[in-house]
């Protein structure tokens, strides 16, 4: 089993960053690829993708989020982060750590990011 941990949420005008930190523990030998989701408010019931990146550094983005948003990883601290920059209003909403294991997907609690125009 992996627990993952989401901190770095926070509130930031339109414009600012935000930083996101995901520290994975456990079983992290099993983890393939980490990612991240989101959840808008209004859209309880759809989690939408942001990015992922493989154990070997590959990295895919969202359209919405291209040119904005990095992921990037720290294997010896078991870390995946998600550099914000330039945000909008429409990327607030919660936003969830995600691992691609060998037997399924773990899944963070979430922490919120709350951007303000």
């Known amino acids: 089993q992996v627990q993952l941990v989401e901190s770095g949420g926070g509130s930031v005008q339109a414009g600012g960053s935000l930083r996101l930190s995901c520290e994975a523990s456990?079983?992290?030998?099993?983890?393939?690829?980490m990612g991240w989701y989101r959840q808008s408010p209004g859209k309880q019931r759809e989690r939408e993708w942001v990015a992922d990146i493989s154990s070997l550094g590959r990295t895919m983005y969202a359209e919405s989020v291209k040119g904005r948003f990095t992921i990037s990883r720290d294997n010896a601290k078991n870390t995946v982060y998600l550099h914000m920059n330039s945000l909008k209003p429409e990327d607030t909403g919660v936003y969830y750590c995600?691992?691609?294991?060998?037997?399924?997907?773990?899944w963070g609690r979430g922490t919120q990011v709350t951007v303000s125009s």
């Open positions: 456990g079983s992290t030998f099993s983890i393939n690829s």
């Open positions: 995600s691992a691609v294991l060998v037997g399924g997907v773990s």
